[in-house]
């Protein structure tokens, strides 16, 4: 067979592979056996692996994964992918649609979707192809999971137009799916998903992608985040042309016009959410007018003309079966209840946090009683209160340790606190969970020194502080003859530690577990001090000038650097040449950029458009994704599209490349 005829094959191949995969993964409506499916998948892997250079940007082959990735590259979003505020009960949605009929009028029409329990994506397509797939993350940036999402056969490689767009959607996996993984899963002696949704993120963080690619993934489409040259007027025309452009969208969509539709709408779904063939946890509103909801804006946060109305909890009925206490890194005692095991929304739950000794005396909890629990936003297991009428007089009351069940030191609880704290600073249990905070992924993200490892590396010695686990390097023989290491995890490990010494800034603070102090604090402190010392050095009123740092905030801080121990460990992990470098960046004057929105269109010749973003903000300035009001200007380059007619019917002004260099060196 010559050439032509072979790229000829492989072209009818992929594409009737790939229709047969719509037809089966979004349509649910398989044309042919899995037998011929599979002889027609058989056919192309032979001929792309005998002629590679065949191989289509679109061939389905590409979804069987076998990458493995080194680790993942954080991606900047377009436009922020805001959160949803929330709303609990029918007065809730009743003031709702008050606020959006205040700002629009009468004339709002309401979209209800089921608001799908699992991951959050955002997908990018260039000239129709998919070039870029990523985490939610925190709305302004996620982790790029391009080669993990390319093995959701749901997800289409190529669209029927070569567009340019964004959507976002829900990855997640079926109830039926999600048993069956755990099944092989329990088989093999591995550990257990707790429900659908960690599963699902969990599939899309393997960093071997044939791992993700065995994992039975699926994703519903909600959004349009973005499109060059194509206008809509409403969610729903967005929706149907997803659909018609081989995307799986969001099922069971309703239309509505009034507050008490869409009440009516929630109280069914919470009776029927059981009968669906996946998790949700509510269901979402949204205004249907593209131009209104643009009328409406934003908070800081939230969309004004959407929200997430949550179900309210499921309860279910056991038995503590003990009450015991565990030591947390700040010393804390914090009591937990271990009741029999029972099925609720959607996992298995054992064991729930009571909190604290007023916690359990205000709900009179006792060891042996029978309780009602909940899992509060239908994550955090609670136990709502006691059935009494069920005490037989065998139930034990509870009391909070006068030791520390550890370190056997005294315990305190201060005047005008709620928490019982071990006295003892130097505290196994505290260390021990310090250095698992340290370690974690959030903070120095060091695979590879899990709770088992760091535990038994404390247990022979070599760990006694976080500034030790940089000094593993030189008991290298001494790790490759313990139990479970092994010469390759040794190795593994270390490379992990010597890479985790150049983490921005931001994940040492979130590390040194500074109370109150959280990621997104941490990152603030990072952007605004150029060095870890220029932080101990601040003041309470430098502190609280500092935009989302609050007054106790502040306080907290302050008594951190003020402890000599926690300065030593700082110390010493500049020593092992951890980075401890902020990211302040210096805003250079200029009139025609600080302070100002762009939103940048079309094809720019000379500079790429992360390139312009970059020199924008290095400016003082912001760029934004979509053109508004509030936009000041949009930089056009060529083929731009449907920015640049919404910029001329606003009223924005446009600008071109020359003038935006000419304004960067001015």
């Given amino acids: ?24 993964y979004v349509l649910d409506k398989p044309e042919i056996s899995d037998y011929e499916y599979d002889l027609l998948m058989k056919e192309l892997i032979e001929m792309e692996n005998t002629f590679p250079a065949l191989k289509r ?3 389905p082959t590409q979804r069987i994964g076998g990458e493995v990735l080194k680790g993942f590259s954080e991606v900047v979003h377009r436009t922020p992918k805001l959160s949803l505020s929330n709303v609990f009960d029918d007065n809730d949605i009743r003031d709702f649609d008050f606020r959006v009929r205040k700002a629009l009028g009468d004339e709002v029409e309401y979209v209800v979707e089921l608001k799908i329990d699992g991951l959050t994506v955002v997908l990018n397509y260039e000239a129709g192809r998919f070039t870029l797939g990523a985490t939610r993350g925190d709305g302004v940036k996620g982790e790029d999971i391009t080669s993990n999402l390319r093995t959701v056969k749901s997800i289409p490689l190529v669209l029927e137009e070569e567009v340019d767009l964004e959507v976002r959607g829900e990855v997640f996996m079926s109830k039926k799916a999600f048993e069956e993984l755990n099944a092989r899963r329990e088989e093999q002696e591995e550990p257990l998903f707790a429900n659908p949704r960690n599963a699902s993120a969990g599939s899309l963080r393997q960093l071997d992608t044939r791992v993700t690619a065995g994992r039975p993934l699926d994703i519903y489409i909600f959004n349009l985040e973005s499109i060059e040259g194509k206008d809509f007027d409403t969610h729903i025309e967005t929706l ?35 009968e669906l063939p996946f998790e949700i946890d509510g269901l979402v509103i949204k205004v249907n007018n593209l131009k209104q909801r643009e009328a409406m804006g934003y908070t800081t946060k939230t969309p004004r003309w959407a929200t997430a109305y949550k179900f309210p909890p499921e309860t279910k009925k056991t038995r503590i079966k003990d009450i015991v206490v565990q030591v947390g890194r700040t010393g804390a005692i914090t009591p937990t209840a271990e009741f029999e095991p029972v099925r609720l929304a959607g996992s298995v739950i054992g064991r729930a946090t009571l909190h604290n000794e007023d916690y359990i005396k205000e709900k009179d909890i006792r060891i042996g009683d029978t309780v009602l629990i909940k899992k509060a936003g239908d994550v955090i297991p609670e136990v709502v209160e006691v059935v009494k009428e069920e005490r037989d007089g065998t139930q034990q009351p509870f009391e909070m340790p006068k030791k520390c069940p550890v370190c056997q030191s005294d315990t305190i609880r201060e005047q005008g606190e709620a928490v019982t704290k071990c006295t003892n600073i130097s505290c196994p249990a505290q260390l021990k969970r310090a250095l698992f905070h340290f370690v974690s992924r959030d903070a ?25 686990i940089y000094l593993l390097k030189n008991h290298r023989n001494e790790l490759v003859e313990i139990d479970r290491m092994g010469e390759k995890s040794v190795q593994n490990l270390l490379d992990a530690i010597e890479a985790s010494k150049i983490n921005p800034l931001g994940r040492l603070i979130f590390a040194l577990g500074i109370r ?19 932080l101990f050095d601040a003041d309470y009123d430098k502190l609280i000038g500092i935009s989302e740092i609050g007054d106790k905030m502040a306080e907290s801080i302050i008594t951190f650097f003020k402890q000599e121990q926690n300065l030593k460990l700082i110390n010493r992990l500049q020593e092992c040449g951890v980075n401890t470098k902020g990211s302040k960046k210096e805003i250079k004057e200029n009139g025609h950029f600080n302070g100002k929105t762009f939103v940048l269109t079309g094809a720019l010749q000379n500079f790429t458009r992360d390139q312009a973003k970059e020199i924008i903000e290095s400016f003082g300035g912001k760029v934004a994704g979509s053109v508004s009001k509030r936009t000041d200007y949009v930089l056009a380059g ?29």
């Fill in 1 to 24: 067979m010559g050439i032509e005829k072979l790229e000829k094959r492989v072209k009818e191949l992929t594409k009737l592979i790939n229709k047969h995969n719509y037809n089966y």
């Fill in 638 to 666: 060529e083929h731009a599209g449907s920015k640049l007619v919404k910029a001329n019917e606003l009223g924005v002004a446009v600008i071109d490349e020359d003038t935006f260099r000419n304004w960067t060196e001015a």
């Fill in 240 to 274: 149907e042309y997803l659909k018609e452009s081989g995307f799986k969208v969001s099922p069971f969509i309703s239309i509505h016009r009034s507050s008490e539709e869409i009440i009516e709408k929630c109280k069914y779904w919470a009776d029927k959410r059981g």
């Fill in 516 to 534: 109150m102090i959280g990621q997104r604090a941490s990152q603030v402190l990072a952007n605004e001090f150029e060095d870890i010392n220029d």
């Fill in 444 to 468: 120095m993200n060091i695979d590879g020194l899990g709770p088992q490892i760091m535990t038994l590396l404390m247990d022979r010695g070599f760990i006694k502080s976080a500034a030790d």
């Fill in 57 to 59: 940007p679109d061939s």
